[in-house]
Structure formats: C-alpha cells, structure tokens
C-alpha cells in the first residue's frame, strides 16, 4: 500500500469550477506535505508546500491539512485550462532530510473550456 | 528559480546496453536526486547525493547507478539496460537535505528500452 494515497485519479471540470483534489497519508509520522503540477512533457513544479494545520492560500489555490486526520486537500478557484495537468501530493517527515519525500500517483485534472 | 537541465530529453536504447542520463543544476544547489515516473506510481527514488563524488541509494536502486563528478552535475547510468527500465526520469536538485525544503525537478527524459 502506498504510503501516500491520492484520490480522485481523475477530475473533469469546467472552466471556472472549483476543483478539489485530496491526499491521505497511511504514515502518521508524515507532518509536511506540498502539492507538485506536472504540465504534459515538462517535469513537476512545486505549487505549494503546507507545513501546520489549517489552510493556506496563495492566489487560486487553497491547500489544506489536518494532521489528526492525515489528511491534505488542494482547491483550485476558478479553474482555467491551463490548469489542466497532473497534480500530486508529497509528504515527508521531521528529522529525515529532504530525501525522504514520499510522492503519491497523481490525480489528472481536466479543465475543459 | 532553481533551473535544473536533463540530456538527452528521450533516447531509445536497446537491452543490454549502457545508458547514461546528465544533470546539470546552475543553482548552487547541494542535494540531487535522480526520480523514475512510472503510470501509477508517482515518482521513485532511485540515487541521491548531498556532495561531490557521493552517492546515496534510494528507494528503487537495483539496476542503476550514479555518478556525481561536480556539484552542478549528476548523471544516472544503467550499465545494461532492460526492458522495465523504460520509464520517464527526472532529476531534481534542492538547496540542502532540510526536511523542508522543496525540490526543483528538470524536464525530463524519457527512456525506451527495446
């Protein structure tokens, strides 16, 4: 079992719908979390890290994290098609280096016009 | 921005021969990393180094090996290179091994083994 679940695989929504993607972790010692956007031929570029419970907003983008839960969402306010791309959710935890970063499969979004 | 370059961006090889990935990071960055992408799982991590003329296994080491002749480059080599090897690989670099820090991926190359 991945230690780092994403769901859904995939997501469809319009032009200037909200999008909500999720990550569990199955490793409670997981305590920081970022969302990486992969564009089609390019390699994944970080959007955004969350590292303490609650929300955190940068632009369009809300992520959210519940450590009790083990959960972190990401919310993308109106959607545009160029984001349109695989998303994925890493995690790591305190005291292991950088180099512990555990990567879930990606969730594929779709943003049609 | 960390820029992080990969050659060649595809190659197609054949089994059982040698294959040799480049990085190379204009950012001063210590820490690099060599990650293949899989449908399905994500990106593993196959070597890693923290300095010059060191190298560290990952999680997905068998088969590979890494070289590390300068903090700006780091290069992935499959000495006889099979069928399940044909994967996208990307190289990523970050400033230091802090538990925080973000990683910055290159583009990617993607690998053919016939």
């Known amino acids: 079992q991945q230690k780092v679940q994403q769901s859904p695989e995939s997501l469809s929504v319009p032009e200037g719908g909200m999008a909500s993607l999720n990550c569990t972790s199955s490793?409670?010692?997981?305590?920081y979390f970022w969302w990486y956007r992969q564009h089609s031929g390019e390699g994944p570029k970080a959007l955004m890290?969350?590292?303490?419970?609650g929300d955190k907003k940068e632009g369009r983008f809300t992520a959210h994290l519940n450590k009790a839960s083990l959960h972190v969402s990401l919310h993308i306010r109106d959607s545009q098609p160029s984001d349109s791309a695989l998303y994925f959710c890493?995690?790591?935890?305190?005291?292991?280096?950088?180099?512990?970063?555990?990567f879930g499969s990606g969730t594929r979004l779709l943003v049609s016009p | 921005e960390a820029a992080v370059t990969q050659s060649p961006r595809s190659k197609v090889a054949v089994t059982g021969g040698k294959v040799t990935l480049s990085c190379h990071q204009t950012?001063?960055?210590?820490?690099m990393y060599w990650y293949r992408q899989d449908t399905g799982h994500g990106l593993r991590l196959i070597h890693y180094?923290?300095?010059?003329?060191?190298?560290e296994k990952g999680d997905i080491p068998d088969g590979y090996k890494a070289s590390r002749p300068s903090q700006e480059n780091f290069s992935l080599i499959l000495e006889l290179a099979s069928l399940s090897q044909t994967a996208v690989y990307f190289c990523?670099?970050?400033?230091?091994?802090?538990?925080?820090?973000?990683?910055?991926f290159g583009p990617g190359t993607r690998l053919l083994v016939l």
């Open positions: 890290s969350i590292f303490s419970d």
């Open positions: 180094s923290y300095v010059a003329d060191s190298t």
């Open positions: 950012n001063n960055h210590d820490y």
């Open positions: 490793d409670r010692n997981f305590q």
């Open positions: 890493a995690a790591s935890e305190p005291g292991t280096g950088g180099y512990k970063v555990v």
């Open positions: 990523a670099s970050s400033q230091t091994g802090y538990d925080q820090d973000t990683q910055y």
